[in-house]
């Protein structure tokens, strides 16, 4: 009975992972380009009163053992990379991904992260940037008098001009990918970084022949978070929740009458 309580304890520590995990993907359900998360769990160790091929009293041997489980532990929070739907916004600085890869942008401190989120804008300067002003890598700076921009699906960033009839090539968007992308390490504000468990940045040019996305000018790709399926989820893990606590609640009151067995 004290063994059942303590499983029956790992059990409601592992649904409220599950719900915390649920409650992000729902709190970024408008998150461009967020990455929905799923909690994966394993069983604990078992005690093994008797070992399935034992020799048995008589002749043979026993066909099943007699193993108790003690539980379950989280394993991961996995970040689920599948693609988004791309939401039409029409505004040239909002670039999407249709495929792999991921853009580049550098901190003010230097360091380079990855994103999905390419709700891009132009700083005083003209160069692009993030909403959090972090430079898109590598650099493209759109030149004053820029009547219109147009971002190829190759990722070749053109402006036309003010008296000019012709657009000229101002910069080059260039794509990163990873063997591993469930391994990046995520930092908030919807950047990566790249973890040993992720692989080394892969960078190329975006294109379906070099194994990254193309680029959509005019969209931005959504959260890939399911509200029906969280919602599914989130009532599945409360109903887990609840029915290990009526097993910490079932292992006291068998206690109970233990307890009142001698009078």
Known sequence: MIRAMHTASTGMFAQQINIDTIAHNLANVNTTGFKRSRAEFADLL???????????????????????????????????????????????????????GFFQVQRPDGTTMYTRAGSFKSDSTGNIVTGDGDLIVPNITIPDGTLT????????????????????????????????????????????????????????????????????????????????DEMVNMIVAQRAYELNAKAIQAS?????VVNTLRR
């Open 252 to 256: 006291d009151d068998m206690m109970q």
């Open 149 to 228: 921009l147009n971002i190829g699906q190759d990722g070749t960033v053109s402006a036309l001009q003010a008296g000019a009839t012709q657009a000229t090539q101002v910069g080059q968007i260039q794509l990163v990918r990873f063997n591993n992308p469930s391994g990046m390490i995520a930092q908030g504000n919807n950047l990566f970084t790249e973890s040993t468990a992720s692989g080394p940045a892969q960078q190329g040019t975006p294109g379906f022949s070099s194994g990254f996305g193309l680029i959509q000018q005019g969209f931005l790709e959504i959260s890939n978070v399911n509200i029906a």
């Open 46 to 100: 078992y005690q093994a009163s008797r070992v399935p091929g034992a020799s048995a009293s008589n002749v043979g041997v026993y066909p099943v053992g007699i193993q108790v489980g003690l539980g379950v532990r989280p394993v991961t929070v996995a970040k689920e990379h599948v693609q988004g739907s791309l939401k039409q916004t029409f505004n040239e600085l909002d670039i999407g991904i249709d495929g792999a």
